[in-house]
């Protein structure tokens, strides 16, 4: 059989790591950015489905192009007293990975460990489901059990008023019914190392996808489904840049303990109402205290009332001179609101 052909493997890299959004145009795409003739791309094409990382779809005319997983697996786990997760992961997990780097395996130990322990300690399920998937591009893992739910447990543990205001106490961070288990910082940090997060539980979804950097779009809605327990989601490339001393950085002080959170303001909002009073404010700063810096978020929102600005950035920065706040994707109105309050308080404004 005579050798194959050397392939470049910027080309190769190129269509991996476009097919999918690209699944119908891959080949002119690729034409396009390298400048090769069309035969010597569907050469390219044609070696990565047989080695098993391209698959096809449909005739020529309508062809279409898709990852192929490398590594599908799936198990159920007893939740039985004594279990540990770090051996589920070592045992079952780790030596599913294929060729992915050390710091997307570090990043995907800390989330699966993070979230089996949840549903160990918190679920009160008999058992749970494990799901990894990995093709070239990314890692998929999902742990779903059929307990209480996540989102009903932390209603009713901090006697919440509903399970919207059960999700904006998560957003924060540090949220925990047993202290002497847990810091409640998994869920917190486990959604900012993964490039999407998602949490369905009961009817309900909470979901952050990474943008740019920082940027994150935050969704929360109601499902069609409403069957009991928790499932959650997580997904990020095997070409990932960061570690998880870099998002561990960001949000914890030279102390390494939790000082700084990201708090999306739209979760504080219901349907048809506008933030405008005190008692939204309030309850939307609860535990505000617990951290040295809260950013608050106001992507979505279009403005807010004098009476809503006033209580978090005049009356609680007052109360609590230790607490820095600060302010992203913030409206002309709304800056204007904010500075009106600071001035109050005779500070000079700051943007943040």
């Known amino acids: 059989m005579p050798a194959k052909s050397r392939q470049n493997p910027e080309v190769r890299e190129f269509i991996l790591r476009n097919v999918a959004t690209h699944p119908a145009d891959i080949g002119s795409l690729t034409i396009q950015e390298f400048g090769l003739s069309r035969t010597s791309v569907n050469r390219y094409v044609l070696r990565l489905i047989e080695e098993g990382l391209l698959e096809a779809e449909g005739n020529t005319r309508a062809r279409r192009y898709k990852l192929r997983n490398i590594v599908s697996v799936g198990f159920s786990i007893k939740l039985s007293f004594g279990l540990f997760e770090d051996a589920i992961w070592r045992d079952r997990i780790l030596p599913e990975m294929k060729d992915v780097p050390q710091n997307v395996v570090d990043i995907c130990q800390y989330g699966f460990t993070e979230m089996l322990n949840n549903a160990i300690d918190h679920s009160a399920s008999f058992d749970c489901l494990v799901t990894y998937e990995q093709d070239y591009c990314s890692i998929k893992m999902m742990i779903a059990d059929e307990g209480i739910g996540i989102f009903k447990k932390i209603q009713n543990d901090f006697n919440l008023a509903d399970v919207q205001s059960a999700l904006l106490e998560l957003s924060k961070g540090r949220l925990t019914s047993d202290k002497s288990k847990h810091t409640g910082e998994g869920i917190f940090f486990t959604s900012r190392m993964f490039e999407e997060y998602g949490i369905w539980s009961h ?4 979901g952050k996808t990474r943008k740019d950097g920082d940027e994150w779009l935050i969704e929360t809605r109601e499902s069609e489904s409403k069957s009991p327990g928790t499932m959650v989601n997580m997904a990020i490339s095997t070409d990932a840049g960061w570690t998880t001393r870099d998002v561990f950085n960001q949000f914890l002080g030279d102390s390494l303990r939790f000082r700084r959170t ?5 979760l504080g909002k219901y349907p048809n109402e506008q933030l405008v009073s005190r008692s939204q404010a309030k309850r939307i700063s609860a535990r505000f205290d617990q951290f040295s810096e809260v950013q ?5 929102i279009p403005e807010i009332g004098p009476a809503f600005a006033d209580e ?3 009356v609680f920065r007052i109360e ?3 607490t820095k706040l600060s302010w992203v994707n913030a409206s002309p109105e709304i800056i204007e609101m904010i500075w009106t309050a600071m001035a109050e308080d005779g ?3 700051a943007s943040a």
Request: charged share 25%; hydrophobic share 30%.
């Open 203 to 206: 009817g309900y979804y909470f």
């Open 262 to 266: 990201h708090v999306p303001i739209k």
């Open 296 to 300: 608050l978020d106001f992507e979505g």
């Open 312 to 314: 978090i950035f005049r």
């Open 320 to 322: 609590h001179p230790d």
């Open 347 to 349: 500070d000079p404004p």
